[in-house]
């Protein structure tokens, strides 16, 4: 059983915690946080099948994008990164728990932090498709606001019952002839 499903159990057992907090998207892409280190190191150009990154390199992008999502969880974006909170000890092969929709975002955000680390520009074209996933993935990630007015707030017009509703005429018909 995968991370991703443990999770979803405990969620199941506890459904009050964090459901206020952030909505959680339970289909998960199963991308390892390794996969997410090869698609930004190859999106500022070094292919695995061409280049030979060494392993303390891959740890140090792991670091970099450990240090980015506890940057996204501060700003109140929490996509569901499986976190180690100790610098240094986060497993590369792990599973990375992002659901589909933080995926492209993850990764191309990552590109754009150690593009500099390696000496490498982003694309114009990567700068827009991470504008792109980022604006998608906050708007899969958004809340639906729900708003109840107050018990001591009048409706409508003071809620004068002995005045005719001019508000609100009463027609014969359904709403839809209206219309």
């Not at 459901?19 to 998207?25: D, E, P, Q």
């Not at 929709?101 to 990764?107: G, P, R």
Request: with cysteine; hydrophobic share 40%; glycine share 8%.
């Amino acid at each position: 059983m995968t991370d991703g499903h443990l999770q979803q159990q405990k969620q199941k057992k506890n459904p009050s915690q964090s459901a206020l907090i952030t909505r959680k998207v339970t289909t998960m892409a199963g991308y390892s946080k390794l996969d997410l280190v090869n698609s930004a190191l190859n999106e500022i150009g070094f292919a695995d099948y061409v280049y030979d990154i060494d392993p303390a390199q891959l740890n140090r992008v792991l670091l970099q994008m450990d240090a980015m999502m506890m940057g996204w969880k501060s700003q109140g974006i929490n996509v569901g990164y499986y976190q180690i909170y100790t610098p240094g000890l986060s497993d590369i092969n792990s599973d990375s728990g992002l659901p589909s929709t933080a995926i492209e975002a993850c990764y191309l955000g990552l590109a754009k932090r150690i593009a500099p680390s390696f000496g490498k520009t982003l694309s114009p074209e990567t700068k827009t498709n991470f504008a792109e996933a980022w604006r998608s993935m906050l708007s899969n990630l958004a809340l639906d606001v729900v708003y109840k007015r107050p018990a001591n707030v009048l409706a409508g017009a003071g809620n004068k019952s002995y005045i005719e509703n001019i508000f609100l005429p009463f027609t014969e018909g359904s709403v839809d002839e209206l219309f």
